[in-house]
């Protein structure tokens, strides 16, 4: 019972701390407005939440949990077109809903201080899958030889990221088209020379 009722409270600050970042701005937001807004006490917060930063990064979570398990749900065999549709499908979706847009540049915010500190990319989900994916690309022969596929799976994700980042600020075609244009730039150097 008091694990479901943690659970329960956790829920309900994660909910109102983005409501409030949405209308506030995450810097300008305060702690005692997230706890008025979802009715629990500032400790309250800071016991399921150290700082805004882990909302922002449980955020984060829920965006990757599905696109993970929709890349993993390919068969062995899957295009690397078949990845990128994925990609772009989940991620569009995901980002596209409701206000999420305006957080998006906080959450790179602090991803990229994550990702300053965690270096191993096995502990960051979304590269991992994606790697594995671009390396069965590579032995197919799907990809250029020029650079290790390791390698070709950050640039396109940083391509997917700064093409989300541009979509934020600038959001002047639907988030989908924009991730299918980044893609297909990406393709036009990454893909196999012939």
């Not at 629990?40 to 990064?57: E, G, M, T």
Request: aromatic residues 8%.
């Amino acid at each position: 019972m008091r694990d479901k009722q943690r659970e329960e409270t956790r829920k309900k600050l994660y909910h109102a701390a983005l409501e409030v970042f949405c209308r506030d701005g995450v810097a300008a937001c305060r702690i005692e407005d997230i706890a008025q807004k979802a009715a629990v006490s500032r400790a309250a917060f800071y016991f399921h939440f150290p700082s805004k930063d882990d909302v922002l990064l449980e955020l984060l979570k829920e965006s990757e949990t599905p696109l993970c398990e929709a890349i993993e749900a390919l068969p062995p065999t899957a295009t690397l077109q078949d990845v990128f549709n994925t990609v772009i499908s989940n991620m569009s979706a995901f980002w596209s809903e409701g206000e999420r847009r305006k957080l998006l540049v906080e959450m790179f915010s602090v991803s990229m201080r994550r990702t300053t500190i965690v270096h191993d990319r096995e502990a960051e989900v979304v590269r991992a899958v994606v790697t594995r994916r671009f390396q069965a690309a590579s032995e197919r022969k799907e990809l250029s030889s020029a650079m290790p596929p390791e390698i070709l799976s950050d640039f396109y994700l940083l391509n997917c990221l700064a093409a989300m980042a541009s979509w934020c600020v600038q959001p002047i075609m639907p988030l989908a088209d924009m991730l299918h244009g980044v893609t297909h730039l990406f393709m036009q150097g990454a893909g196999p020379q012939e």
